[in-house]
Each structure stands twice: as C-alpha cells, then as structure tokens.
C-alpha cells in the first residue's frame, strides 16, 4: 500500500469516527466512556495522519 493510499484509508477512518463520535453524543443510551474511547481512536488516527503527511499537507 502506497502512503497515499494509506493517508486517504486513514482519514476515511478518521471521518468514520468523527460521524460515531457525534451519533452517540445524540444518543441518550450511550455512556460517556463509550464517547471517549471514541473521541481517543480519533485523536490517535489524526495525530498518525499529522505525522504521515508531507509538510505541505498540513
């Protein structure tokens, strides 16, 4: 898998979470430890998309 490729998989992932993160923040059923490990697989994802990405990307 080229970087590139693996960038845009990334942040398709990064988009993922972001949509989850904000379902379960509408949804009353769902514990605030849920919303942060969520919240922490998306930090995690864009700090490795920052650290991936060439200089001019950012």
């Not at 998989?9 to 430890?33: C, I, M, N, T, Y």
């Not at 969520?38 to 995690?44: D, G, N, Y």
């Amino acid at each position: 898998m080229s970087l590139s490729s693996h960038l845009q998989e990334l942040k398709k992932k990064h988009r993922v979470l972001s949509d989850a993160v904000e379902e379960a923040q509408k949804s009353p059923g769902v514990d605030d430890l849920r919303v942060a490990q969520l919240k922490k697989q998306k930090l995690k994802l864009k700090e490795e998309i920052t650290r991936l990405s060439p200089q001019t990307m950012h």
